[in-house]
């Protein structure tokens, strides 16, 4: 049996899965690059096993070549078929994934502005791959696919209409977490897949999903990644005037763009870190209140969203903070009774699956977006070479 290796090619990190390709993609390994650069670590997990091993100065194509490496044992002489990987921006018209092509990439390569984090190294990614594999089917998921199909309230901004003809529209993004979040309430949970729900990915990057019978019909993310929730490093919901003010103060779009992007968000909050782990165990009145306000957008943009549905029946809860960080679910949520939201302490503090006491459903779901990136690589290896799963 042959394999499909996925890959999420971020700005200092390449993160990369092996399966075996089937209809249902089997995890074999998962691997990353960190901190690429001039000391870059690498890190490889199977079996429950995990190794890290210092690598040195590695840029994507080195990063890339050393994880190939490390995998190359697992695979026991097995070809990778498929290599599926996550591009953020596929622009107003992909609505699922798409093989890449010369021309495809070229067109995904002039989105790069509309996702100045993260689309130029996913395209390095894809470069990388090409050279690594050439032979390999090479599979686009993006992120902006999910949220297509909005009702036009929830995809326009209130500008003249030939800026939305011309691409200037809410987005969204996180789009292969809510996809795995919504097929996992299709599975587990059916009577409320079929319902309103909201979905929560807090990370490093926030946002929220409201849901209806599993399809997006709104997303904190607007137009970019910087829009609705503050996050790690970037600054959320903001006034427009601001970066007008900005600009007439002299910031250059470069210095206005660093601030947005990289130096706002918990980190510009608290001046101690954009890592909410390290908030949560700080005793700095900075650290608290940088936490307060994450909490306080969050409950906003649950109420805002419960508002788009009509409604409400279930919440869910994912991404690194989503899922681990019992105080903010519990700061959030003692704002929203009025919704029907009641934690249950014990179940929150344990990080359990269902951490309700009231009668909307609260459920906290690890999110598996690479999977969501294998999936769409096996489909597209058994439509254009069927015999290469055998």
Request: charged residues 20%.
């Amino acid at each position: 049996m042959s394999l499909i290796l996925t890959l999420n090619a971020g700005s200092s990190s390449i993160k990369v899965g092996l399966y075996a390709a089937a209809d249902e993609p089997r995890e074999e390994a998962r691997g990353q690059v960190e901190a690429l650069g001039p000391a870059a670590r690498l890190e490889i997990e199977t079996g429950g096993e995990r190794t890290v091993t210092e690598i040195g100065p590695a840029d994507h194509a080195a990063g890339l070549a050393r994880l190939v490496a490390a995998l190359a044992p697992l695979r026991a002489g097995r070809p990778i078929a498929a290599v599926g990987h996550r591009i953020v921006h596929g622009g107003p018209d992909i609505d699922g994934p798409r093989v890449l092509t010369p021309d495809l990439i070229d067109h995904l390569d002039t989105l790069s502005p509309l996702a100045p984090l993260h689309q130029p190294h996913n395209l390095s990614g894809v470069r990388a791959a090409l050279a690594e594999f050439p032979d390999a089917v090479q599979v686009a998921a993006f992120d902006t696919a999910f949220h297509r199909g909005h009702p036009w309230v929830n995809d326009t901004f209130a500008l003249p209409r030939r800026f939305y003809a011309a691409g200037v529209r809410r987005y969204g993004f996180h789009g292969l977490s809510y996809d795995y979040i919504a097929g996992r309430l299709a599975t587990d949970h059916p009577d409320l897949a079929a319902g309103r729900v909201i979905v929560a990915h807090l990370g490093n990057g926030a946002s929220l999903c409201a849901l209806e019978a599993g399809r997006s019909v709104a997303s904190t993310m607007g137009f970019s990644a910087l829009d609705g929730m503050p996050m790690g490093t970037r600054v959320g919901q903001l006034d427009p005037g601001v970066v007008l003010y900005l600009m007439g103060q002299g910031m250059t779009a470069a210095e206005i763009t660093r601030l947005l992007y990289s130096e706002s968000g918990l980190k510009g909050l608290s001046g101690i870190s954009h890592d909410m782990r390290v908030l949560l165990a700080s005793d700095a009145p900075e650290a608290a209140e940088a936490v307060a306000y994450f909490t306080f957008r969050l409950a906003r943009e649950i109420g805002g969203l419960a508002a788009a549905l009509g409604g409400l029946d279930a919440l869910v809860f994912t991404g690194g903070i989503g899922e681990h960080a019992a105080p903010v679910r519990a700061q959030a949520l003692a704002r929203l009774g009025f919704l029907g939201l009641a934690l249950d302490p014990a179940a929150n503090a344990a990080n359990a699956p269902a951490i309700h006491a009231g009668p909307v459903p609260i459920l906290v779901i690890p999110t598996d977006e690479e999977r969501i990136i294998a999936r769409a690589a096996a489909r597209a290896l058994l439509t254009s070479a069927p015999d290469q799963t055998k």
